[in-house]
């Protein structure tokens, strides 16, 4: 290296930073800012895609589907396929599968006295179906069902309302058998739900798994098997072996490829928050390489010395550098400090209700639930010091190449 | 001697009058059989009232017990050869203007049937009355010299339907002078009315019937029947999907 040891070009590096301590103080600020906006906007937009997500893949259910072949572009009933056998029960043992459950879902009608609506029918398995999709806190009233044979019917708070009809009424269900003739049949609402999402409630209606399947003479066929494993990023590793046990007559999906539109939403995240930070950066970025270069600006007479009394250029180099290196890490502590100062008192959530309705649209709920990750905070703090170093390599460049004859003659 | 004979007389020739425990049950099956008989044909026209406008059309329909009827539209041109074919609980429609025959499905089946306040539901399904529901009768009443029977009918648990009870008066010749549709709540929703009794094929049947929804009185269809014959032979072609399609008769 130069002639200077490392700890004499730190001690220069860190006492000229103070000597104007306002300028270093106001760029300390912007780069924590800086660095506090990208971890903690990041932070919110991972909680909204993360509920996004999960909303997605427990209304998908589970992050794996087993489907007849063509079920998925026709849901109808003759599409169904029989029980899991034998051989996917094991296949679902593995420690990653933490449930299971298997549903009919089929297109149907529901009428009340007054009105009529088409949704979707789910004779669903309530023991399983609670642990992969059904989230039992939803029910305002009545009761969820108890076992695949209960007679009972759930339905979504806002289909009530438009039926105008209740809890303990009785509602009619029709739907088709898989001969095409009307299979309907009365059941009686023993539960309403109000989801978090008013789109479902109007779209699902629950009843028993052995019921519906009485109703639609399914015998004991169902339209899929939905498994959860409960971290939606490394389906892979126990994808393959369930794909292997289902076979080839059914169709094994994950829920990247269920639901296209999710599967994006993750890559887009993850893309999306390093574009982030590099536009934050960018701003940012304009703000120190003014600093340094107004900081060597101001010394030009006092580098030029230094050259005269044989200090070398890439000392000088090292030593701006130095400069910029320690208002970085120092302003970097402060941002990470303060990012995760606020985030955790926020990870109850924050309540974004007043835009709840666009909120809905776009899929997530009108809770916002900021996911601080380590990766997201370390990326940050890479770019930050990497693209940090490289913009002031200008402004030292520049004092570094000064003629010192030149320099010293500048008023 | 002869007084009891009168009696005996009387009690042959009309049972009804005299039993004191009426199977409901039973009266009901008898009314919808005064009504359809083995097999009919007739004509009649069909008016859908709505408080900004009201229409007419003519139909024709052949029936042959209880599950197997077939009714074509005469009138007006635009509508005429429109057809709907019931057989065994399915249901199909056709209409030239599409050249297609479209089974109803269950999605449609409490849609309107033609834009009437009739639904699907209410034509095809309407003997299911008899098995899925529980009947009782509430109010035995003299009315114009005939003895009427008020027959409350509640659906079983699991029956389709979605009414909380449906109140049936009839009267002792069986002809259905009254079917009311109520919601759970005990809230009547929609009525069947027959307007206008008469003798029509031999038979004293209701010839104007009115179905209307209590909370839009001014919205109601009117079915009234010009002419019916009971117990006519149909030939097997006649309930047939390409009988729907190209009439034949």
Same mark, same amino acid.
């Given at each position: ?113 007054? &009105? ?15 642990? %992969?999709?059904?989230d ?11 076992d695949?044979?209960?007679r ?8 009530a &309302? ?6 303990g ?10 001969d ?32 519906? $399947? ?28 369930i ?25 887009? =995240? ?23 270069? =107004? ?10 010395l230094? $050259? ?22 120092i ?19 924050? &309540?974004?209700? %007043? ?6 649209? =776009? ?30 390599i200008?402004?030292?460049w520049?004092?570094?190449?000064y ?9 | 001697?002869?007084?009891?004979? +009168? ?15 009426? /199977?409901?049950? !039973? ?5 919808? /059989?005064?009504?359809? @008989? ?8 069909? +008016? ?9 059309? #003519? ?9 197997t009827?077939?009714v ?12 709907t ?15 297609r ?5 269950s999605?449609?089946?409490? *849609? ?9 539901? !209410? ?7 008899? !098995?899925?529901?529980?009947? #009782? ?41 009254? *079917?009311?549709?109520? /919601? ?17 094929? @031999? ?29 006519? #032979? ?14 034949? *008769?």
């Amino acid at each position: 290296m130069s002639g200077l040891p490392l700890k004499a070009i730190l001690m220069l590096a860190w006492r000229n930073l103070w000597r104007n301590h306002r300028r270093t103080l106001i760029m300390l600020a912007a780069i924590t800012v800086g660095v506090w906006a990208m971890i903690f906007m990041t932070a919110l937009m991972r909680g909204m895609v993360d509920d996004m997500l999960l909303n997605g893949i427990r209304g998908l259910p589970g992050e794996v589907q087993i489907h007849h072949p063509d079920y998925r572009d026709d849901p109808n009933v003759n599409n169904s396929m029989p029980a899991p056998h034998d051989a996917l029960l094991s296949a679902m043992r593995v420690p990653e599968v933490t449930a299971w459950t298997s549903r009919v879902r089929v297109p149907a009608v529901i009428s009340s006295e007054r &009105d009529s609506r088409g949704v979707v029918l789910l004779g669903v398995e309530p023991q399983s179906e609670v642990k %992969v999709s059904f989230d039992l806190e939803t029910i305002i009233e009545g009761r969820f069902l108890e076992d695949s044979s209960d007679r009972g019917l759930v339905i979504g708070a806002k289909m009530a &309302d438009r039926l105008e009809t209740d809890l303990g009424k009785r509602v009619v269900v029709m739907s088709q058998d898989p001969d095409n003739n009307i299979a309907d049949r009365g059941f009686r609402i023993v539960g309403v739900y109000k989801a978090k999402l008013a789109s479902l409630e109007e779209t699902y209606i629950y009843g028993g798994r052995e019921t519906v $399947q009485k109703m639609l003479k399914l015998g004991n066929s169902v339209s899929e098997v939905a498994i959860s494993g409960g971290d939606y990023r490394n389906v892979d590793r126990w994808l393959g072996g369930i794909q292997q046990a289902a076979g080839n007559d059914v169709e094994t999906l994950p829920w990247y490829e269920i639901d296209t539109y999710l599967g994006s939403m993750l890559a887009m =995240m993850d893309g999306f928050v390093l574009v982030w930070i590099i536009i934050v950066f960018l701003a940012l970025s304009f703000g120190l390489v003014n600093t340094l270069v =107004m900081a060597v600006f101001e010394r030009v007479r006092e580098i030029g010395l230094m $050259q005269a009394l044989g200090m070398r250029p890439s000392t000088i180099l090292y030593q701006i550098l130095m400069e910029s290196l320690l208002l970085l890490l120092i302003g970097l502590a402060l941002g990470n400090a303060i990012a995760v100062g606020t985030i955790i008192p926020l990870q109850g959530g924050i &309540d974004i209700s %007043v835009v709840a309705e666009g909120m809905e649209m =776009m899929g997530t709920s009108s809770m916002l639930y900021p996911a601080l990750k380590l990766n997201d905070m370390i990326l940050a703090n890479l770019i930050v010091i990497i693209l940090g170093l490289l913009t002031s390599i200008l402004p030292a460049w520049r004092a570094a190449s000064y003629n010192p004859i030149e320099a010293l003659n500048k008023t | 001697m002869n007084r009891l004979y +009168t009696l005996v007389l009387a009690c042959l020739f009309s049972p009804l009058v005299l039993s004191a425990d009426i /199977d409901p049950r !039973d009266l009901i099956q008898k009314a919808m /059989d005064h009504w359809r @008989g083995t097999s009919s044909y007739s004509n009649m026209s069909m +008016t859908i009232h709505r408080p900004d406008w009201q229409r007419s059309m #003519s139909m024709r329909s052949w029936t042959q017990g209880e599950k197997t009827s077939l009714v074509r539209v005469t009138e007006p041109k635009k509508d005429a050869g429109n057809g709907t074919l019931l057989k065994d609980n399915n249901m199909w429609t056709f209409a030239p203007k599409v050249n297609r025959i479209i089974k109803v499905p269950s999605s449609m089946m409490s *849609q309107s049937w033609m834009g009437s306040d009739f639904s699907n539901k !209410d034509i095809s399904k309407s003997t299911d009355i008899i !098995d899925q529901y529980d009947h #009782s009768l509430i109010e035995t009443r003299e009315q114009d010299g005939h003895k009427v029977y008020v027959i409350e009918s509640i659906p079983h648990e699991e029956a389709a339907v979605v009414w909380g009870k449906e109140v049936l008066t009839i009267r002792d010749d069986h002809v259905l002078l009254e *079917q009311q549709f109520w /919601d759970q709540d005990g809230v009547l929703v929609k009525t069947m009315k027959a307007l206008e009794i008469k003798e029509l094929g @031999g038979r004293t049947v209701a010839s104007i019937i009115r179905m209307g929804k209590v909370d839009a009185p001014d919205e109601w269809t009117e079915m009234s029947v010009k002419e019916i014959e009971f117990n006519v #032979s149909h030939p097997d072609s006649l309930f047939t999907l390409s009988n729907l399609r190209n009439p034949r *008769q």
